[in-house]
């Protein structure tokens, strides 16, 4: 069983649409992290979250620690949004990753 | 601020040798993380340094080791190469470690052949 389980694995949407990424979690969490990551391999932190929401620009995370579950939010969603998106924990000494949400934006 | 840089970005060793991974952390960052991507089994995390003391460590075999550097550097060394080890091996600095921000370095990707 995976601790971090992610979905959709596979998005696709109309450039403007609204995106949601949704990240369940099994274990008990310091911290979660949303990760982007382009072809090519690069790895960007877009959030790291404890409780509540963040937002920056376009993008929105909440995170509910009663539930074990995080949402991340696309706004007007954009061609250059295509990447894959990853949620991760901090539990403990470890850190432990979803599979990812690859994310297709057509223009 | 310089990003954090990994050295070489692309290697490829034969089943058997033995590789050894640079990274260099974002000036004033203490911790230093590795991780493991393969199409198979995603990201998995190898183990954290954090002001040269192995902090947190993932479920790997012995054959992977690392150590930390008074100047934050780090490097990830795996002994006897297996076609399996076949990965990109990113590593990200922070400055407080799995709790804080991390900032991910380019990758080096290694091939075994």
């Known amino acids: 069983k995976n601790e971090v389980e992610q979905s959709p694995q596979n998005l696709t949407a109309q450039e403007g649409e609204f995106i949601t990424i949704n990240c369940s979690y099994s274990v008990g969490i310091s911290a979660l992290h949303w990760l982007q990551q382009h072809p090519g391999g690069g790895i960007v932190s877009l959030f790291m979250l404890s409780s509540g929401k963040k937002k920056h620009g376009r993008l929105i995370a909440t995170i509910n620690i009663q539930e074990k579950h995080s949402s991340l939010h696309i706004t007007a969603s954009h061609p250059r949004d295509s990447a894959v998106y990853i949620c991760a924990v901090s539990a403990g000494n470890q850190f432990y990753f979803g599979t990812g949400t690859s994310l297709t934006v057509i223009p | 601020k310089a990003g954090v840089t990994q050295t070489p970005r692309y290697l490829i060793k034969t089943r058997g040798q033995q590789v050894t991974l640079s990274c260099s952390p974002i000036s004033g960052h203490r911790s230093v993380s590795w991780y493991q991507q393969t199409p198979g089994q995603g990201l998995q995390f190898l183990f954290e340094y954090f002001s040269e003391t192995q902090r947190n460590k993932g479920n790997f075999p012995g054959r992977f080791s690392g150590r930390q550097f008074s100047n934050s550097r780090s490097e990830m060394n795996v002994s006897t190469l297996e076609l399996g080890d076949s990965a990109l091996y990113l590593c990200?600095?922070?400055?407080?470690?799995?709790?804080?921000?991390?900032?991910f370095g380019p990758g080096t990707r290694l091939t075994v052949t």
């Open positions: 990200a600095s922070s400055l407080t470690g799995g709790r804080g921000e991390q900032y």
